[in-house]
């Protein structure tokens, strides 16, 4: 163990006791903090000074923060705290959004829930000093009646994975592992022996009769054999989409694991600046093995975005492993590539040939203007059959609708319409 030399503080740091407040709100929201991380921090805030704003954000942040996932959880919960002067009030607003304060009318923003679900950790709203009140007033009950109004659990399901917070991200997963995505069979050109089958089996009949000394006694009937197709999912693990794809994540792992789903394999890819293989980490029983091992294989999480040149690999590399027997191909990114548009459509069109059923899931489709006006998202709508929202539970559990039925489109046609137009 390292052995820290002593150091010198003021009678009362309050410093010090507020990168320690600092650092206990960061443990809360989820990042991984020992007290040796808080001493060192302490040191490193002396080493370098309180002089500067940035110089003091990322100096907190080279000692808290080791993986990417975090940082947004950082800056939310080191703004909310030491930049914004009515941190509290915003943080009340935000953890009570029918009130209005000094909290803006806007939406939070990524890990901004979490931030002041971290920071206030139990604590009520501020009491407001009433001068005008009168003491021995008795006090108004008000009740509300709450027998129409949505559940928790309902209201959860149409929430953006965006804007939970991490205890409600935690029940999101937990509904998730309950989810399933069943599919209708495939019926293949193969024959199966059958009591009511629809077509004379010829051989068996002729089989039969021989053994009956060339009488003919009975006609033996056969059926098409049902096979179940294959299901190949590429997610997007890019920075703009690394809160999604995470959930989307834990679907996977629970279609691959259940039973009786009807999938005869699920193949998994994730990509953002490269392609990665990662259907064997999603056979472990556990989540969280399997999403560690996930992540440890792809490592351009949260980075960049070059959907073409990934779906030229796949294509390459892998179509002809895993698209076999009509796959159906599941699609999750938001589309926004800033490579050739051209080299896009041509490996989204390879693609849409490969596949039996081609599905695009989107979390930018939740937006009520959403407009195919990026260049990625125009090269890539064309060759999908079928376009729909990918941002909550409620739009996971109406994949199922959009694979069982050949005819569902989503919203393709009507954004179709407005790039023809």
Known sequence: MPEYLPLELPDDPKLAGNITHFARALRRAGIAIGPGRVIDAIRAVEAAGFTDKRDFYWTLHACFVNRP?????????????????????????????????????????????????????????PERDMPDADPDEEELEIRIDASQTMSGQERLRSLDFE??????????????????????????????????????????TLRLAMRQGGDMHK????RPRPRWPNLV??????????????????????????????????????????LTNITRHLKHRDVDAALAAAGAEAQDWEGGTRIGDCLAQFNRNW????????????????????????????QMERLHLSSRRLIW???????EGFA????????????????????????LEDLALA?????????????MQMLEA
């Open 69 to 125: 996932e975090h940082r947004i959880v950082f800056a939310q919960i080191f703004r909310l705290y030491w930049r914004d002067p009515r941190y509290l009030e915003h943080m009340m607003s935000m953890m009570i959004p029918a009130v209005r304060g000094v909290q803006e009318d806007r939406s939070a923003q990524s890990a901004e829930k979490r931030a002041a679900e971290a920071l206030l950790d139990g604590a009520e709203a």
């Open 163 to 204: 804007q939970m917070s991490t205890a409600e991200i935690a029940q999101a997963k937990r509904m998730i592992a309950q989810l399933n995505l069943p599919v209708k069979p495939i019926m293949s050109r193969r024959a199966q022996a059958s009591l009511r089958g629809t077509k004379v089996d010829a051989a068996r």
């Open 219 to 222: 006609i033996a009937l056969q």
């Open 233 to 274: 999912v590429l997610c997007d693990i890019s920075g703009s989409m690394s809160q999604y794809s995470r959930i989307v994540l834990h679907f996977l792992h629970a279609v691959s694991n259940a039973r009786g789903a009807g999938w005869a394999k699920v193949h998994a890819f994730t990509f953002g600046t490269r």
């Open 319 to 346: 179509s002809r492993r895993v698209m076999g027997q009509g796959a159906v191909t599941l699609v999750i990114t938001d589309g926004l590539d800033r490579d050739d548009p051209d080299h896009l459509a041509r």
């Open 361 to 367: 899931l989107n979390p930018l489709l939740r937006w």
């Open 372 to 395: 195919p006006k990026a260049k990625g998202i125009a090269a890539m709508l064309p060759h999908v059959d079928s376009f729909r929202a990918g941002h909550s539970i409620a739009s």
């Open 403 to 415: 694979i069982s039925r050949p005819d569902d489109h989503g919203e393709k046609d009507r954004l």
